[in-house]
């Protein structure tokens, strides 16, 4: 079956733009995080969502950082006026359910580069 | 703050040997995956162990856990070009109202012919 998917893979942009990251979950799955990797790093929790209840946001670095999730499904991860730290690998994942002892499925990642 | 610390950092073995490294965590955990990452990409998920477990197999890959020790290792046998990729140990703490994963730096092996 179709895997977590992400979109763009790559994404190269000035400093100051906004850009959007997306991010297709396993169907049927309820929860869905986003991660940030930078280079050689492990990964960094930014938001966690779990059905239609409120985001945990507490891993999100700054309030450039926003995202949603439309309809249980797809996410999408806003970072408004781009800076050059945010170049990093961002990947999401999602699993059945968000409660423990749940593994977590992830996407490719989208290499996000700010110059 | 990261939860696991992986040691080593880095592995470079021949084919045929066994590959072991090491997760230390903080806190009191429901379980502790390790997952794997190739080319700095997704990651899969290898093995779940739950804190009430001590020792857990799949295929070449052996799991321990010493909730004592706050500890854990990923022992893969028989290593393969193909293992040659980035090991990350990921707990999931019991002070947490979900299942939330913390990940540590990872482990790079190397793994030659």
């Known amino acids: 079956g179709a895997g977590v998917s992400q979109s763009p893979s790559n994404k190269v942009t000035e400093k100051g733009k906004d850009v959007e990251l997306r991010c297709d979950p396993i169907s049927g799955h309820t929860a869905l995080y986003w991660y940030r990797q930078s280079l050689g790093q492990g990964l960094e929790f930014l938001i966690y969502?779990?059905?239609?209840?409120?985001?945990?946001k507490s891993g999100l670095p700054s309030d450039r950082f926003s995202a949603e999730r439309t309809g249980g499904s797809v996410s999408t991860l806003t970072i408004q006026r781009t800076q050059q730290e945010d170049s990093a690998v961002y990947l999401c994942?999602?699993?059945?359910?968000?409660?423990?002892?749940?593994?977590?499925?992830f996407g490719p990642g989208t290499r996000l580069t700010v110059t | 703050s990261q939860q696991g610390e992986e040691d080593p950092q880095a592995l470079s073995i021949q084919e045929g040997e066994n590959a072991t490294m090491n997760c230390s965590y903080k806190t009191s955990i429901n379980n502790l995956q390790w997952y794997r990452q190739n080319s700095g990409r997704g990651l899969v998920h290898l093995i779940l162990?739950?804190?009430?477990?001590r020792e857990k197999h799949s295929g070449r890959l052996r799991v321990t856990l010493d909730t004592s020790k706050k500890s854990s290792s990923l022992l893969i046998t028989a290593s393969r070009a193909a293992d040659t990729a980035s090991y990350f140990c990921?707990?999931?703490?019991?002070?947490?109202?979900?299942?939330?994963?913390?990940f540590g730096a990872g482990t790079q092996v190397v793994v030659t012919p």
């Open positions: 969502f779990q059905g239609n209840s409120a985001p945990d």
């Open positions: 994942a999602s699993s059945f359910t968000g409660r423990t002892n749940y593994e977590q499925y």
């Open positions: 990921a707990t999931s703490s019991i002070t947490d109202s979900w299942g939330k994963l913390q």
């Open positions: 162990i739950r804190s009430n477990e």
